[in-house]
C-alpha cells in the first residue's frame, strides 16, 4: 500500500520522513505565542527547523516575537537561541540593537550572552562592523567591549588560520 493512501493528503510526511518545509505554520505560531512553557518551546523549535527548512517566514515570525515579547528574560532568551542560523542582515542589526537597547544587569546577563554567541556564530560580513561599533561604544563596560573586541579577533583568526 502507498503511503499517500494511509496517511491522505498531508504534504509534510514523505517517503524520507517529516518535511518542515511542508508543514502548516498557523498552529506553530500559536504555539509561540502560547503562554504554556512547552508549548512555547515547541513552537521555537519547529520555527527554527522550518526555517532551516527554507521557511523564511519563520524567521520573520521569530524576529517579530523577540520585538514583541515581554522583559520575561527566559522568554527572550529562548527566542534568540531559536535564532541560531538565521544568518541575516535584519537578525543581525536586531539583535544588535538588542545589546543596546537592554542594559546589563544579573537578571539580564543571560540574556545578553545569549544574543552575543548568536552574532558570533554569524558570517563575519554580517556582524564586523556591529561589533566594532560596540567595541568603540564607551556606554557599555570594558569588559564587555572587551567581549566584543574578542569575538572580532576569534573569528579573524578562524577566518585566515583555520580555511
Same mark, same amino acid.
Given at each position: 500500500?502507498?503511503?499517500?493512501?494511509?496517511?491522505?493528503?498531508?504534504?509534510?510526511? &514523505?517517503?524520507?520522513?517529516?518535511?518542515? /518545509? =511542508? $508543514?502548516?505554520?498557523?498552529?506553530?505560531?500559536? =504555539?509561540?505565542?502560547? +503562554?504554556?512553557?512547552?508549548?512555547?518551546?515547541?513552537?521555537? &523549535?519547529?520555527?527554527?527547523?522550518?526555517?532551516?527548512?527554507?521557511?523564511? +517566514?519563520?524567521?520573520?515570525?521569530?524576529?517579530?516575537?523577540?520585538? #514583541?515579547?515581554?522583559?520575561?528574560?527566559?522568554?527572550?532568551? #529562548?527566542?534568540?537561541?531559536?535564532?541560531?542560523? !538565521?544568518? &541575516?542582515?535584519?537578525?543581525?542589526?536586531?539583535?544588535?540593537? +538588542?545589546?543596546?537597547?537592554?542594559? %546589563? %544587569?544579573? &537578571?539580564?546577563?543571560?540574556?545578553? #550572552? #545569549?544574543?552575543?554567541?548568536?552574532?558570533?556564530?554569524?558570517?563575519?560580513?554580517? !556582524?564586523? %562592523?556591529? $561589533? +566594532? /561599533?560596540?567595541?568603540?561604544?564607551?556606554? *557599555? %563596560?570594558?569588559?564587555?567591549?572587551?567581549? $566584543?573586541?574578542?569575538?572580532?579577533?576569534?573569528?579573524? *583568526?578562524?577566518?585566515?588560520?583555520?580555511?
Amino acid at each position: 500500500m502507498d503511503v499517500s493512501d494511509l496517511l491522505g493528503d498531508v504534504p509534510w510526511i &514523505t517517503e524520507e520522513g517529516f518535511d518542515p /518545509a =511542508q $508543514f502548516p505554520i498557523d498552529g506553530v505560531l500559536k =504555539q509561540a505565542l502560547s +503562554e504554556n512553557e512547552r508549548g512555547f518551546h515547541s513552537g521555537l &523549535t519547529m520555527l527554527g527547523s522550518m526555517y532551516s527548512h527554507g521557511r523564511e +517566514e519563520a524567521a520573520v515570525f521569530l524576529l517579530g516575537l523577540l520585538v #514583541a515579547c515581554r522583559d520575561d528574560w527566559e522568554r527572550r532568551t #529562548a527566542i534568540v537561541d531559536a535564532l541560531r542560523g !538565521v544568518e &541575516t542582515a535584519a537578525c543581525a542589526n536586531t539583535l544588535f540593537n +538588542e545589546l543596546k537597547r537592554v542594559k %546589563s %544587569s544579573n &537578571t539580564t546577563r543571560r540574556y545578553l #550572552a #545569549a544574543i552575543v554567541k548568536v552574532l558570533a556564530s554569524m558570517p563575519l560580513e554580517l !556582524v564586523r %562592523s556591529g $561589533f +566594532e /561599533a560596540l567595541a568603540d561604544d564607551k556606554s *557599555f %563596560s570594558y569588559k564587555m567591549r572587551n567581549k $566584543f573586541k574578542a569575538v572580532l579577533s576569534e573569528r579573524r *583568526f578562524r577566518r585566515e588560520f583555520c580555511r
